[in-house]
């Protein structure tokens, strides 16, 4: 069925039924018949500026409402929908390189000003639609293969690579997910997911309403500032089907910590869909510990799996059932040979996901792309109606993705166990040592689980060396109250805590000011890979050998000592006192340039080199820079 004609038989089938929009805390209701309205509206102002069937429409807006008026009008219209990011200047340069593979694009934007710099010549002002002139004109083209929709990864780092969408693998997956989920009409659903993001765009538009459900929008800003008052939208409209990815989960658990709420009933939530990343069995456990404090039921938590190259999902497990967990030893596991599989307190769990949606069929290749049994650890490929005929204006990429036998490499590996898959991680992020892999995730958790306060702030990514294996290294998300060395007792904490638990060094752990994630807040693992690869820590291995004279000479970590212990290091002097002038010492310009880059990078302040004419010994410096770090926390 169509995706046109899955609006039209909802419109009949269930006519009450719509979307609720929270805006400014309150919610506007309009039946999805206003909404085919509205965006015939809009179509109709889409093809009064001359736009033609078959033509990309980029659109860019912040509003779920225009949004959804948006995306229809092109699904009614006959034309390509291409949703885009927009709300930094990453994203925004992100949209050029989008722009740049299409054939005879149509930008429609709310943000003219940021946009200025995008070079196109059919560039359009939403706010400058004439919606209210004409109704437009419903394509007659029936063809299932038509391209309704192209998603592109946001080319803020490398090329874009735009997924297809036609009719018929989208409204494919959105049958299958409803066959998998068992949704029903009655339940309502809400989400503050991106709907540029296909897993928002699925789960909290499209699915509810080829069903005929009630689905709540709520602004992804709305969740990410306030995450409280998503439980209280929640239980103030008896919300049955939700969404909360590992990253928010983490967030939520942070704010619930800290935060006392008024009393919330959670007891109408059936489901809570967590995919996008690899499950975090713990984390799971943790959520469901705090909610279930405000009613939530036993197994709500429903673990998912899916990739944009097959539309959205690919497997699915039973509504309201527990988590089903294997644990594979901390050795390691290798394409083509059986799993071990331990005892829990042996290992890393990983969650099972459940089995294949109807129209996907799933099966483990190794690196010969041989079928390999149950059990076998290997790559994932997907074949089926949802799959994607490749990616847009790229041949070249696209024959990359499909095997011999046309089958989708998802870039995935896991394994089939009992006849359900387990995801142990994307191939181009584990981490490879004389042939076994080792997953970022699992040493991540053994981590946190050691020290809890570094959640959400650790990430472990592999380099390749000259012997074709991987260095390990370690990056930790500074705090404004942490300095140098507190960031460094945790390093050694953590080289300590993977040797002991995974057999594994790790080369060196770097203090980052931000983790880089993507808009839908997965890792930038490659991204921080390229970094190390470009040379960009190397300062801090200077840093860290200093650092370690503090241990060899018992010295208390304090700046003073620091200080003096690094001008120490730098002139090759000793026993230098808190009062002696650092010129008397021998300081040149070049001297003070090595120290000022030391003392900036040891302690996140921006003093200059004229500082330390004003600040000329170690007492006074230390004074200056603890003002600083007072002032910029």
């Given at each position: 069925?169509?995706?046109?004609?899955?609006?039209?038989?909802?419109?009949?089938?269930?006519?009450?039924?719509?979307?609720?929009?929270?805006?400014?805390?309150?919610?506007?209701?309009?039946?999805?018949?206003?909404?085919?309205?509205?965006?015939?509206?809009?179509?109709?102002?889409?093809?009064?500026?001359?736009?033609?069937?078959?033509?990309?429409?980029?659109?860019?807006?912040?509003?779920?409402?225009?949004?959804?008026?948006?995306?229809?009008?092109?699904?009614?219209?006959?034309?390509?929908?291409?949703?885009?990011?927009?709300?930094?200047?990453?994203?925004?340069?992100?949209?050029?390189?989008?722009?740049?593979?299409?054939?005879?694009?149509?930008?429609?934007?709310?943000?003219?000003?940021?946009?200025?710099?995008?070079?196109?010549?059919?560039?359009?002002?939403?706010?400058?639609?004439?919606?209210?002139?004409?109704?437009?004109?419903?394509?007659?083209?029936?063809?299932?293969?038509?391209?309704?929709?192209?998603?592109?990864?946001?080319?803020?780092?490398?090329?874009?690579?735009?997924?297809?969408?036609?009719?018929?693998?989208?409204?494919?997956?959105?049958?299958?997910?409803?066959?998998?989920?068992?949704?029903?009409?009655?339940?309502?659903?809400?989400?503050?997911?991106?709907?540029?993001?296909?897993?928002?765009?699925?789960?909290?538009?499209?699915?509810?309403?080829?069903?005929?459900?009630?689905?709540?929008?709520?602004?992804?800003?709305?969740?990410?500032?306030?995450?409280?008052?998503?439980?209280?939208?929640?239980?103030?409209?008896?919300?049955?089907?939700?969404?909360?990815?590992?990253?928010?989960?983490?967030?939520?658990?942070?704010?619930?910590?800290?935060?006392?709420?008024?009393?919330?009933?959670?007891?109408?939530?059936?489901?809570?869909?967590?995919?996008?990343?690899?499950?975090?069995?713990?984390?799971?456990?943790?959520?469901?510990?705090?909610?279930?404090?405000?009613?939530?039921?036993?197994?709500?938590?429903?673990?998912?799996?899916?990739?944009?190259?097959?539309?959205?999902?690919?497997?699915?497990?039973?509504?309201?059932?527990?988590?089903?967990?294997?644990?594979?030893?901390?050795?390691?596991?290798?394409?083509?040979?059986?799993?071990?599989?331990?005892?829990?307190?042996?290992?890393?769990?990983?969650?099972?996901?459940?089995?294949?949606?109807?129209?996907?069929?799933?099966?483990?290749?190794?690196?010969?792309?041989?079928?390999?049994?149950?059990?076998?650890?290997?790559?994932?490929?997907?074949?089926?109606?949802?799959?994607?005929?490749?990616?847009?204006?790229?041949?070249?990429?696209?024959?990359?993705?499909?095997?011999?036998?046309?089958?989708?490499?998802?870039?995935?590996?896991?394994?089939?166990?009992?006849?359900?898959?387990?995801?142990?991680?994307?191939?181009?992020?584990?981490?490879?040592?004389?042939?076994?892999?080792?997953?970022?995730?699992?040493?991540?958790?053994t981590i946190v689980q050691k020290i809890p306060e570094l959640s959400g702030?650790?990430?472990?990514?592999?380099?390749?060396?000259?012997?074709?294996?991987?260095?390990?290294?370690?990056?930790?998300?500074?705090?404004?109250?942490?300095?140098?060395?507190?960031?460094?007792?945790?390093?050694?904490?953590?080289?300590?805590?993977?040797?002991?638990?995974?057999?594994?060094?790790?080369?060196?752990?770097?203090?980052?000011?931000?983790?880089?994630?993507?808009?839908?807040?997965?890792?930038?693992?490659?991204?921080?890979?390229q970094r190390i690869q470009g040379g960009e820590f190397l300062e801090y291995?200077?840093?860290?050998?200093?650092?370690?004279?503090?241990?060899?000479?018992?010295?208390?970590?304090?700046?003073?000592?620091?200080?003096?212990?690094?001008?120490?290091?730098?002139?090759?002097?000793?026993?230098?006192?808190?009062?002696?002038?650092?010129?008397?010492?021998?300081?040149?310009?070049?001297?003070?340039?090595?120290?000022?880059?030391?003392?900036?990078?040891?302690?996140?302040?921006?003093?200059?080199?004229?500082?330390?004419?004003?600040?000329?010994?170690?007492?006074?410096?230390?004074?200056?820079?603890?003002?600083?770090?007072?002032?910029?926390?």
């Open positions: 069925m169509m995706l046109i004609q899955c609006l039209n038989e909802t419109i009949l089938r269930e006519p009450e039924k719509g979307i609720y929009y929270l805006e400014n805390g309150k919610y506007k209701f309009e039946t999805y018949e206003h909404l085919r309205t509205n965006a015939l509206n809009y179509l109709g102002a889409l093809q009064e500026l001359g736009i033609e069937e078959g033509q990309e429409v980029v659109f860019q807006t912040t509003h779920n409402n225009k949004f959804l008026y948006l995306l229809w009008a092109c699904f009614l219209g006959g034309y390509i929908a291409i949703p885009t990011g927009f709300d930094s200047i990453e994203y925004i340069q992100g949209t050029n390189k989008v722009i740049s593979k299409l054939k005879k694009p149509v930008l429609i934007t709310e943000l003219e000003k940021q946009c200025e710099n995008i070079v196109l010549k059919d560039k359009f002002s939403l706010s400058s639609l004439d919606t209210k002139k004409i109704t437009g004109r419903v394509t007659q083209n029936n063809s299932k293969d038509r391209i309704v929709m192209v998603q592109f990864s946001s080319g803020s780092t490398g090329e874009p690579k735009g997924v297809i969408y036609t009719d018929n693998t989208l409204s494919t997956n959105m049958f299958s997910i409803l066959k998998s989920t068992e949704w029903k009409t009655e339940e309502r659903i809400l989400t503050w997911l991106t709907l540029t993001h296909n897993m928002g765009l699925a789960s909290g538009h499209l699915a509810p309403l080829i069903k005929g459900m009630n689905q709540y929008l709520m602004p992804t800003r709305e969740f990410i500032v306030h995450p409280i008052n998503w439980l209280y939208q929640i239980d103030k409209y008896k919300i049955n089907i939700v969404s909360c990815p590992n990253f928010a989960s983490k967030l939520l658990i942070k704010t619930l910590n800290t935060t006392k709420i008024n009393d919330v009933d959670l007891s109408s939530i059936n489901m809570i869909i967590n995919g996008s990343e690899p499950i975090d069995y713990g984390l799971c456990e943790e959520l469901t510990k705090h909610l279930s404090k405000y009613k939530l039921r036993e197994n709500c938590i429903y673990p998912v799996y899916g990739l944009a190259e097959n539309t959205v999902a690919a497997c699915l497990p039973k509504a309201q059932s527990p988590l089903k967990t294997i644990t594979i030893g901390h050795e390691g596991v290798t394409v083509g040979e059986p799993a071990i599989i331990r005892k829990e307190s042996e290992g890393y769990r990983v969650v099972s996901v459940g089995k294949a949606i109807s129209e996907t069929d799933i099966r483990i290749v190794d690196n010969d792309n041989k079928i390999l049994p149950e059990g076998y650890y290997g790559n994932i490929e997907l074949n089926g109606l949802s799959v994607t005929p490749g990616y847009y204006n790229n041949e070249k990429e696209s024959e990359k993705i499909f095997s011999d036998d046309g089958w989708l490499k998802t870039g995935d590996q896991g394994l089939i166990f009992d006849n359900e898959l387990y995801i142990f991680g994307r191939e181009k992020e584990i981490i490879i040592i004389y042939g076994h892999n080792y997953y970022p995730n699992d040493i991540e958790q702030r650790v990430v472990i990514i592999g380099v390749n060396n000259s012997n074709s294996n991987e260095e390990v290294f370690c990056f930790i998300e500074k705090r404004q109250s942490e300095n140098i060395f507190d960031l460094y007792k945790y390093g050694k904490k953590i080289k300590k805590i993977v040797n002991k638990f995974k057999k594994l060094q790790i080369n060196e752990v770097y203090p980052i000011s931000v983790i880089p994630k993507t808009r839908s807040q997965k890792l930038k693992r490659v991204e921080l890979r291995n200077e840093l860290f050998e200093l650092l370690n004279l503090f241990e060899e000479q018992t010295i208390e970590n304090t700046i003073e000592n620091f200080i003096i212990l690094f001008t120490e290091y730098q002139l090759g002097l000793k026993n230098i006192e808190l009062n002696t002038n650092f010129f008397e010492l021998g300081f040149s310009s070049i001297t003070i340039m090595k120290f000022v880059e030391m003392i900036n990078l040891a302690f996140d302040t921006e003093i200059s080199e004229t500082d330390i004419f004003f600040y000329e010994t170690p007492k006074l410096l230390a004074e200056y820079i603890e003002e600083q770090i007072r002032l910029l926390s």
